[in-house]
């Protein structure tokens, strides 16, 4: 039986901070890399004031800015976001209020590749993004 997304958000896992031994992705050799963990992201995302918004690029600089790095992992971070996201999904599903749900629609774009993966689709974040701009909790 496969986990649901809640229980992959709380994998009991530990970010760590480790020293690049050759160039991954963007980043150099010998950068100082964050790769956080579902938590630590959507802990992030709660943060997130309402009626704001923020994209995964300055979510990475402010955690590696935290952690002490020189940048954050995007690929596992990009993983995390969507963990966050399905999981605040299924507190939605068993009937969790929206405003007591993690606001990932604060930092995921409707036109990104991660919107159309997620089970709401991004009319739900444009939609969301809209209400909040007009006021409404």
């Known amino acids: 039986m496969s986990k649901t997304w809640r229980e992959k958000l709380n994998p009991g896992a530990e970010a760590k901070v480790v020293v690049l031994s050759k160039r991954f992705m963007s980043v150099a050799a010998g950068s100082r890399m964050l790769v956080a963990t579902p938590e630590i992201v959507d802990d ?4 997130i004031p309402h009626g704001q918004i923020r994209t995964p690029k300055e979510m990475r ?3 590696a ?13 990009g993983i995390f976001i969507r963990i966050s996201a399905e999981a605040a999904l299924e507190d939605l599903k068993e009937g969790k209020p929206l405003a007591k749900i993690t606001p990932f629609w604060r930092l995921v774009d409707p036109d990104s590749q991660t919107a159309g993966k ?17 006021g409404a909790r």
């Open 44 to 47: 992030y995302m709660m943060k």
């Open 61 to 63: 600089e402010e955690l």
């Open 65 to 77: 800015k935290i952690y002490k790095a020189e940048v954050t992992c995007p690929t596992s971070s």
């Open 118 to 134: 997620l089970s709401c689709g991004p009319d739900f974040i444009r939609e969301r993004r809209k209400a909040e701009a007009a």
